[in-house]
């Protein structure tokens, strides 16, 4: 939860590729479009989420701790999908699979 009138702050790593830019735009779209992206490079993320009260999202537990990233064969997009409760959409599970596909290297799935 954000406090009323603010917006949400998040961060990740530099050069975003197809999960960290999918990510954003599913959060603007659906959790708050005032939302906020921070890309920094990965030593500073845990750092800059701290100094900048923002979440990190897509990075390994060792750059900083997260529930928004890579569990198994589900990516970043999967869990903001499954923490925000937006499953159930036919088009947003089909757009996750393409994200899934396309980050995870298993162009099978799509």
Do not use: N
């Not at 997260?66 to 198994?72: K, S, Y």
């Not at 903001?80 to 088009?91: E, K, N, P, S, V």
């Amino acid at each position: 939860a954000k406090p009323a009138g603010s917006h949400t702050r998040w961060v990740t790593r530099a050069r975003p590729r197809v999960d960290r830019i999918a990510c954003p735009w599913l959060i603007r779209r659906f959790v708050d479009a005032q939302a906020l992206f921070l890309y920094v490079p990965t030593d500073q993320v845990g750092i800059i989420a701290q100094r900048e009260q923002a979440t990190a999202y897509d990075v390994d537990d060792h750059v900083a701790l997260t529930r928004f990233t890579h569990v198994g064969e589900m990516c970043s997009f999967d869990a903001f999908i499954q923490a925000y409760r937006l499953g159930g959409d036919a088009a947003l599970e089909r757009l996750a699979q393409i994200v899934r596909g396309a980050d995870t290297d298993r162009l099978d799935l799509t």
